[in-house]
């Protein structure tokens, strides 16, 4: 109290008022005095890498490239790899690369930018990139983008080494873009900044031919491709094999620990969940993207995991399996199990090169039509029922999608490519039939409802057939029944 009471020293005043004048001298250093602002600048290691090897899907990036430009000719294509998004004032989302430019570059930076430049011949590419933080200007440490906050950076040299595409600094791009004459099309939704500096050069439309080819392109994978979806599946196999070996502790607790046990896989061993984990227990199996994970898990039901690991390359499996969770079907948990399965195998047996990609649709919902007339649950013919579409009230959706990159990858390609295209060696598709009996559906008898099946599996069409990336899995129902019980042990 006597402090308050005291007259201010004149001295501590003076120093404590000139101290706040003294950081503020130094616009570019903000509350920091010249001299820690000097001292920081040096005392560091040059630490370039040299040796560096280009990434393992450099040929593959290039070849994509190379198909971009021919699609193109004379025009300058802009393809963005996307920005930090706030979760909350100072805090991010995790940041995923658009699959345009990870497709064609490999680099999964944020702020990047992939530019092909319409030269004689084609195109010359130029990956746009933040360099490594300025030890000068103090950028590594006061900006909340510097290297001390967020990790080092390559070089722009060591990326030129690591993409193979001439690497310069991202800052200077958007005045580059303004000043750009001749056509330029840009792929949309990644990069505001991007975008505005090209406002009066692009149009909607052509910018769309654009993100459609980028679609499309990806529709047949390349071999880097298929190891790395295959790598997908075997990490979701292992992630898979978890849950089972953990359900105790799930019916401890709730679905979130089959969601957390998953994550765990995913997180080591690739680079993330390539979609929200579906981990429904109970009556949440016939809710089709059950994601809150936060009911029971009890004995006698059934637990229907919907999952993928994606890997370091942005590849991700999408499997489905079915399971009781106490390690036995009941007698009607497996009469609609076995529909199920009779149904995904007449789907997976239509996928073949040459076939249309709705083969597998309708043969899989053919089945599902056949035992819902079977059990008596809807007036047959069977014909009938599929003309009218009456099996979809527990169907509910469609039989499969393209894989990749994406988990219902090449969305953006047209319909005669795709839904009404031609199946050809190298696509990979999921073939996921399900039927479901909601909990108060009075459609059905009691014995129905609250039970949900789905089973999907990751699909490669072949030179000859196909082949199923995710075989280490057990469909059948007694196999999985035995497969469960060899890990719970
Ligand atoms: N996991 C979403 C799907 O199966 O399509
Ligand atoms: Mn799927
Ligand atoms: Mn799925």
Redesign the pocket.
Known sequence: MADELEPANPETEATEAEEPIKRRKNGLYPGVSDELAENMKSGWADTELHGLEPIAQAAETAARRAALSARFPGERLVIPSGNLRTRSNDTEYPFRASVEYAYLTGNQTEDGVLVLEPVAGGHEATIYLLPRSDRENGEFWLSGQGELWVGRRHSLTESETLYGIPAADVRELTDRLREATGPVRVVRGYDAGVEAALTDKVTGERDEELRVFLSEARLVKDAFEIGELQKAVDSTVRGFEDVVRVLDKAEATSERYIEGTFFLRARVEGNDVG?GS?CAAGPHVTTL?WVRNDGPVRAGDLLLL?A?VETHTYYTA?V?RTLPVNGTYSAIQKKIYDAVYDSQEAGIAAVRPGGKYRDFHDAAQHVLAERLVEWGLVEGPVERVLELGLQRRWTLHGTG?MLGMD??DCAAARVESYVDGTLEPGMVL?V?PGLYFQADDLSVPEEYRGIGVRI?DDILVTEDGNLNLSAGLPRRSDEVEVWMASLKG
């Open positions: 979609y579906i993207h919907d993928g999408d489905t999608h988990v219902h999921t996921e999907e």
